[in-house]
């Protein structure tokens, strides 16, 4: 059985773990906010949106660098060389925390999951939003083959040349 002050110590990292997780739900969250904005073609408030992503991303790097510096004390703790993985802290340590580091590893592989998918996504949104942009400026620049429309692949439809109906609330 550990010391009660290494069990403080164990605590003390699960707390830190669910920290992150709490900060990564977050970041899902307004990573699905940001995707929102970008679908709705809304502009004026992606900004808003990625500064918060970005302020989220910020909370995350400092509460990692919390955590590691704890996982270190727990690492001589057992034993072990700095900077260990979840799964090896898993490995060494006696129930409950076992299945504690076991189940807060599993967490951060879900999650981390689907950021990559919605940062992906975002990516995507935000590249056929530039596409689009710089089609509308082509098209009101051109002088001959004026895109008319889209088609249903997502290329520019052509027509012939003639007079613009331009929408000015855009």
């Given at each position: 059985?550990?010391?009660?002050?290494?069990?403080?110590?164990?605590?003390?990292?699960?707390?830190?773990?669910?920290?992150?997780?709490?900060?990564?739900?977050?970041?899902?969250?307004?990573?699905?906010?940001?995707?929102?904005?970008?679908?709705?073609?809304?502009?004026?408030?992606?900004?808003?949106?990625?500064?918060?992503?970005?302020?989220?991303?910020?909370?995350?790097?400092?509460?990692?660098?919390?955590?590691?510096?704890?996982?270190?004390?727990?690492?001589?703790?057992?034993?072990?060389?700095?900077?260990?993985?979840?799964?090896?802290?898993?490995?060494?340590?006696?129930?409950?925390?076992?299945?504690?580091?076991?189940?807060?590893?599993?967490?951060?592989?879900?999650?981390?999951e689907e950021i990559r998918h919605l940062a992906d996504g975002n990516r995507e949104l935000l590249a056929r939003g530039q596409k689009a942009t710089r089609d509308a400026l082509a098209w009101l620049t051109s002088q001959s083959g004026?895109?008319?429309?889209?088609?249903?692949?997502?290329?520019?439809?052509?027509?012939?040349?003639?007079?613009?109906?331009?929408?000015?609330?855009?």
């Open positions: 059985m550990k010391s009660d002050l290494d069990q403080t110590l164990l605590n003390e990292v699960s707390t830190m773990l669910w920290r992150e997780r709490q900060l990564l739900e977050l970041l899902l969250f307004k990573l699905e906010e940001e995707q929102l904005v970008l679908a709705a073609s809304k502009p004026r408030w992606l900004h808003h949106a990625t500064r918060e992503v970005e302020m989220v991303l910020d909370q995350l790097k400092r509460a990692e660098l919390l955590r590691s510096i704890k996982v270190d004390e727990v690492a001589a703790m057992f034993g072990l060389e700095p900077s260990p993985t979840l799964q090896h802290l898993a490995d060494v340590a006696d129930e409950p925390w076992r299945t504690i580091f076991s189940n807060h590893r599993q967490a951060f592989i879900l999650a981390t004026d895109p008319a429309a889209y088609t249903s692949a997502g290329a520019m439809a052509h027509a012939a040349p003639g007079p613009h109906l331009i929408n000015e609330t855009l």
